[in-house]
């Protein structure tokens, strides 16, 4: 696949850096914004802007199959989607960080007033960093959280901690609820697929699938958090502290937030309704302690920069709060923050990247998202029509995934051994990522 990328940033890199080994990468922008990774790598480099037809054709536009505009500037990537919509057949992928971009423009497919000159994918990543941290907060010690079958199924990540009743315990003595089951676990940053003779070790990530109510009881009976949600502080008033700061209004929280820049407090407090926003510096270990951080349910830093975030956090840890989100740009940073003590690092570039290769690098392997960093892959399979009813044990199914949830209409059934497979039933498969083509064949 041939794909086009407009910016050497951060993001741009991210997928030039995981794209090139598979495909034949192009980058487009100036020559000073210039990543020396790239001279490193089999990556092609133009000089210019994507807005240039030159530029574009010097990429080789009309042979591209994918073409993603992530630079810093919303205008530019919406207008040089638009110039490669009309020199070639390649799917546009558009970063944007305003909404209006969206209402204004209708670029979306499939809106009232789309035409051919509609954009694939439009990606506006804080919003997709909110979205990842609301449902994190919203679930007690989880670490991920994702929803299938419009919230009726869920995948739900723990760590496993000193005090946790499922300390060296093998899963085959583990009785978790009815309607629930252990699909990966991550050790010393390797997932692989338990059996009922693993044990659980030490800070093992534990991923769970299973029905939304069974897994709000694994909570409740194995994950408890001590306190409820009640006090969650925010450190970062940009987009993400702002949108996740409406969100938490919206179920009834009670939300501190720092923010360092005077104007940008005063837009905050027209915006917001209950939040109590502090014109301070998240990093001030007296102003911390004097605001009784320690009294909070979680701490979440958003800030823009990565050091000024751990650092909030790393004060937050030693006032002993217990639950600590911290958002990390490079995506190398997200490793290392877990080491030092950070519950959860979370990368809008990561999350941006996922819905690229899923929506569309890799859409025709009908992968619905992926987890520990890529690592594991969640894909959906029909069944196809008249499939003979078959167990699930019976199925000779790959030992390298697990169907993890069946959807039968509007029914969501968690499946065991003896569960019956039927034609058009919809199977959500876990698997590791190198083996989700072999599984989206198995029905062929």
Do not use: W
Not at 57 to 66: G, L, N, P, T, W
Not at 86 to 105: G, I, Y
Not at 117 to 136: A, H, K, N, Q
Not at 356 to 382: F, H
Request: aromatic share 6%; glycine share 6%.
């Amino acid at each position: 696949m041939r794909i086009v990328i407009y910016g050497a940033n951060d993001m741009g890199c991210l997928l030039a850096v995981n794209l090139f080994e598979d495909h034949d990468v192009t980058v487009i922008d100036k020559e000073e914004n210039r990543l020396e990774d790239f001279d490193k790598l089999d990556i092609s480099f133009v000089y210019g802007s994507g807005i240039s037809p030159v530029s574009l054709e010097a990429a080789q536009i009309k042979d591209a199959d994918v073409f993603v505009a992530c630079t810093n500037n919303d205008e530019g990537n919406i207008i040089s989607c638009y110039s490669v919509k009309r020199m070639s057949q390649a799917k546009t992928v558009c970063f944007v960080s305003k909404e209006d971009c969206l209402e204004s423009l209708n670029i979306l497919k499939g809106s009232a007033y789309h035409n051919e000159m509609y954009l694939d994918l439009v990606i506006l990543p804080d919003e997709l960093l909110t979205g990842e941290i609301f449902r994190i907060i919203t679930v007690p010690k989880a670490i991920e959280v994702e929803n299938f079958a419009d919230g009726k199924a869920r995948l739900t990540e723990y760590r496993i901690e000193e005090e946790s009743k499922l300390l060296n315990k093998k899963l085959k003595d583990c009785h978790f609820t009815e309607q629930t089951i252990i699909v990966g676990i991550t050790r010393d940053e390797k997932l692989f697929i338990p059996n009922g003779d693993t044990e659980l070790l030490l800070n093992d990530k534990v991923i769970f699938m299973g029905q939304s109510k069974s897994l709000n009881l694994l909570a409740s009976e194995f994950f408890k958090d001590k306190r409820k949600l009640k006090n969650v502080t925010i450190i970062g008033g940009g987009n993400v502290g702002q949108r996740l700061a409406q969100a938490l209004e919206s179920i009834g929280v009670k939300i501190k937030l720092f923010e360092k820049n005077k104007k940008r407090c005063e837009q905050l407090s027209e915006i917001l309704q209950s939040t109590l926003i502090l014109n301070a510096d998240g990093t001030n270990y007296d102003l911390l302690k004097n605001e009784d951080i320690e009294q909070s349910d979680v701490v979440v830093a958003v800030t823009n920069n990565d050091e000024k975030n751990l650092l909030c956090s790393l004060l937050a840890k030693q006032f002993g709060v217990e639950k600590i989100i911290t958002r990390v740009s490079k995506e190398a940073n997200s490793y290392l923050f877990e080491k030092v003590g950070i519950d959860v690092a979370i990368s809008q570039n990561e999350a941006a990247y996922n819905e690229i290769i899923n929506s569309v690098i890799e859409s025709d392997k009908g992968i619905i998202t992926t987890v520990e960093r890529g690592q594991g892959a969640i894909t959906e399979l029909r069944v196809p029509k008249s499939f003979k009813d078959t167990k699930v044990f019976e199925l000779n199914f790959p030992k390298c995934a697990v169907i993890s949830i069946i959807q039968r209409g509007a029914k969501v059934i968690i499946p065991k051994g003896d569960t019956l497979v039927r034609e058009n039933d919809k199977l959500i498969v876990f698997t590791t990522q190198e083996n989700a083509q072999k599984v989206k064949g198995f029905f062929n």
